[in-house]
DNA sequence: TTGCTCCTCACGTCACGTGAGGTGGC
DNA sequence: TTGCTCCTCACGTCACGTGAGGTGGC
């Protein structure tokens, strides 16, 4: 009944973050939960918004839920801290990096066999099933 | 007892794939159950060896265990079918670059705002907390 | 009253790895 | 006999999504 008050939908659709993830982020206490309705609904007001749409944010740049409890944590008033935060950001770049450089040698193998492919239409013989046997 | 029996760790050191991995690729029919010793313990013939090597292989690549089922039914004898696992190929091929665009793109975001980040070390403001806010 | 939204479980996803508690085999 | 290997569950991982069966609220 607060002027401000948002039901779970109108939280997700206004966050972009699914129903279902909000409710499971309450249970992994990534998010605090909610005051309750008489009936048990979930009532958010703006702090519950902002929270959310920080951690999509965050998800959409691969950061896990473990560094976004640190992100949070250090993005509050009392301890904010850049540089923890410009470390951890740091390290998931890293990490990102990585993952690019391994599957661009995938890429590399796969686009290689199968250009012989193409190549090979009235096939005798595999080059992709070559690759994998023997 | 037989010439070439292999036991499940063998097969794990010589595939390449931890023994757990093999049990796992039994339960769901990956490889075909094999002959057991009278106390229970599995004895493996060379083709289930070669079988894990071509799984692996295939993993390494990136390839779904769906996948790989197909792959596996298309490399047997009666019907191997080249252009069809090209197509398979093909299409993985496509995922997987598909994820490096993403990724490059996530590299390219992180990489930027960190570096204003390192650029503005005794900092009043956050470039990394200002992206993931308002 | 309708029917849309919300509620709480529990299970499924993907491809495994780990641990418990017990036993085979050289 | 030692102790290394193997056995079978069952549960954990990661970040959710889906479905069942039921109810609140405009």
Chains 1, 2 share one sequence.
Do not use: W
Request: with cysteine; hydrophobic share 45%; glycine share 6%.
């Amino acid at each position: 009944m607060r002027a401000s008050a948002l039901s779970i939908g109108m939280l997700a659709t206004l966050s972009g973050v699914n129903l279902e993830t909000i409710r499971y982020y309450e249970r992994i206490g990534l998010v605090a939960p909610p005051e309750r309705t008489a009936g048990g609904h979930r009532q958010y007001a703006e702090p519950a918004l902002r929270r959310l749409v920080f951690i999509r944010r965050a998800r959409e740049l691969g950061f896990g839920i473990q560094a976004i409890r640190v992100l949070l944590d250090l993005s509050e008033p009392g301890h904010r801290s850049c540089g923890d935060v410009r470390t951890i950001a740091a390290s998931h770049l890293a990490e990102v990096r990585a993952k690019i450089a391994d599957l661009i040698r995938l890429e590399s193998v796969l686009a290689e066999t199968v250009s012989r492919c193409a190549a090979n239409d009235p096939a005798p013989n595999c080059p992709v099933l070559e690759m994998l046997e023997a």
